[in-house]
């Protein structure tokens, strides 16, 4: 840090980032009520293990090697003019480098990497929902780090990196992650759903689905209101909060100061509050309608409206966001339970809908609404095109998505370690833990009544 | 050609201002939006209407409702 105004920017930027981390751990929060509380009774332990259990697992490998991979993908490789791995560029985020740990002469690269975690964790997490009362542990925490530490930063790489080849010659443009958190975590659920198979009784004989309720309605909502507050620091973490034109280096002329998206293109903070609050708005209003009045349904929608606006909520009119995310909300609605009756896809918590199918809407209204647009403050960069969006939309949701859930959950299920036994899915898969808990609690209520004189 | 007139940043950020699609609908959108609003609370009010109408037809006896108010 040379000037005190260099300093002031470092330190206020690495306090910016530290308090989204914060933040976004509610997303983590809100995920594990959410899924307790849509699970039956006889799972709940077993449900909420699965997802915690995401904390250390992604954590830990996204350390090794998921950072690593975010720096040096972002020509795929050979996806752009011929290029390989940029080791260069990430010559600084392989765990045995110097900023990766305690140093003085580095205050961005921890709260950084952390933000970047909690995205991970986040794209992992959705996954968890959809697969629950059904899938073994030990299967849900491979996939996990597959999606979380190795598929979504590849795309994160290609798509969302100033300086990824999907900006460059696509002119994709996902600032608040409709695709490459949503969609691709929409897309690889589906992938390991098909593979898993819905909960028994699911369906009825004739191919009917059956509504399996939440065991408890209103923890779903406290869950989905936590993942709204921690929305609010994914939002404010995806921007670069203080940078000069100097700093950028692109084709920003001047000397004012701005914030950026992740591509270091313009825009400010107050612009995506306007934009956050509009689309939560507009998805809940068009869900409750459609919905009608379901809590459960209205709550996803505010949801998926804003993962639907969230593409384009750098630049969005908020009134533009609200008729979006109202679209969003409706379509993940539609999709879900025409996809459901289709194609017998049991998805539990509508993980699928309410991030893949709108996050993929949000990318193709994107593609029209910001047509013509700098992708990116650099020269060279494709404009922002509905033909760009529709590919980065197939990339997200099906090629780095749909494809490694289900290859990596057909190879689990060939090793036999997939999905739980029938008996044990029936009896509930804490039967075991419940009895010890039943007999725990006879014997030292028994024992405390011989005791009473 | 862009839906916001910006087709580069080679711009000096003190001289840019709004940057959303299509300026100049501002107005159009807000009409638009007003028309969401209260189109919501027709929509509402019908529905609302109907579920009243099934919550009335559930209990023809009061038994249920009894049960549920011992229910509390």
New interface residues.
């Given amino acids: 840090m040379g000037t005190n105004l260099d300093a002031l920017t470092t330190l206020f930027t690495e306090f910016y980032y530290w308090v989204t981390v914060v933040f976004m751990f509610l997303i983590h929060v809100g995920f594990c009520m959410y899924e307790v509380a849509a699970s039956r009774r006889r799972n709940h332990i077993h449900t909420l293990m699965k997802n915690i259990m995401i904390i250390p697992l992604v954590t830990v490998t996204f350390f090794f090697f998921g950072w690593w991979i975010y720096f040096s993908f972002t020509n795929g490789p050979y996806l752009f003019e011929g290029k390989g791995l940029n080791f260069e560029a990430a010559s600084f985020a392989r765990p045995w480098d110097p900023a990766m740990g305690t140093n003085l002469g580095d205050h961005i690269t921890g709260v950084f990497w952390a933000a970047f975690l909690l995205f991970s964790w986040t794209a992992a997490s959705i996954v968890s929902g959809s697969v629950i009362e059904r899938i073994q542990s030990g299967a849900f925490w491979v996939l996990a780090v597959v999606i979380g530490s190795f598929a979504w930063i590849i795309d994160a790489s290609w798509g969302w990196h100033w300086d990824g080849w999907m900006v460059k010659v696509l002119g994709y443009h996902d600032a608040y992650a409709s695709g490459v958190i949503h969609a691709i975590a929409g897309g690889f659920a589906l992938g390991v759903l098909m593979v898993l198979g819905p909960r028994l009784g699911k369906f009825r004989s004739d191919g009917t689905p059956r509504d399996i309720p939440p065991h408890n309605p209103w923890l779903v909502t406290l869950g989905l209101f936590m993942i709204y507050t921690g929305f609010w620091g994914f939002y404010a973490a995806c921007n670069v909060p203080i940078i000069s ?1 100097e700093v950028i280096d ?7 100061w ?1 914030a950026t998206n992740i591509y270091l ?2 825009t400010t903070l107050s612009a995506i509050t306007f934009n956050f609050l509009m689309s939560l708005s507009g998805g809940l ?1 068009a869900a ?2 459609v919905s ?2 379901d809590a459960f349904w209205t709550f996803s929608g505010g949801l998926a409206g804003i993962i639907t606006a969230s593409a384009g909520n750098d ?3 908020p ?2 966001a ?2 979006i995310a ?1 679209f969003g909300a409706w379509a993940a609605y539609k999709l879900h339970y025409w996809v459901e009756r289709k194609f017998k896809i049991d998805d539990a918590v509508g993980a699928v809908a309410v991030h893949g199918y709108a996050g993929v809407i949000g990318l193709l209204i994107c593609g029209f ?6 992708s ?2 650099y ?1 060279g960069y494709a ?1 922002i095109n509905p033909l760009g969006m529709l590919i980065g939309a197939i990339i997200m949701f099906g090629v780095l998505g749909f494809l490694p859930g289900y290859i990596v959950a057909k190879i689990l299920n060939g090793m036999g370690v997939l999905r739980v036994p029938a008996k044990v899915e029936l009896e509930g898969l804490d039967f075991e833990s419940d009895q010890a808990y039943r007999e725990a609690i006879a014997d030292v209520v028994s024992a405390e009544h011989a005791l009473v004189k | ?4 007139g ?11 201002a709004n ?4 300026p100049g609908t ?1 107005f159009l ?2 009409l ?2 007003l028309a ?1 609003w209260i189109i ?1 609370h027709v ?2 009010f019908r ?2 209407k109907t ?1 009243l109408r099934h919550e009335m037809d559930a209990d023809e006896t009061g038994d249920k409702a009894r049960k549920a108010i011992s229910r509390y």
């Fill in positions: 034109p692109g084709q920003i002329t001047g000397a004012t701005t293109a313009p209003m409750y309608v009608k009045g630049l969005y009119h009134i533009q609200m008729f109202a609404m910001l047509w013509g647009q700098p990116s403050p020269e404009a | 050609m862009s839906t916001n910006m087709s580069d940043w080679a711009v000096d950020l003190a001289n840019v940057i959303y699609p299509f501002e959108l807000f638009a939006g969401f919501w929509l509402q529905a609302e579920e």
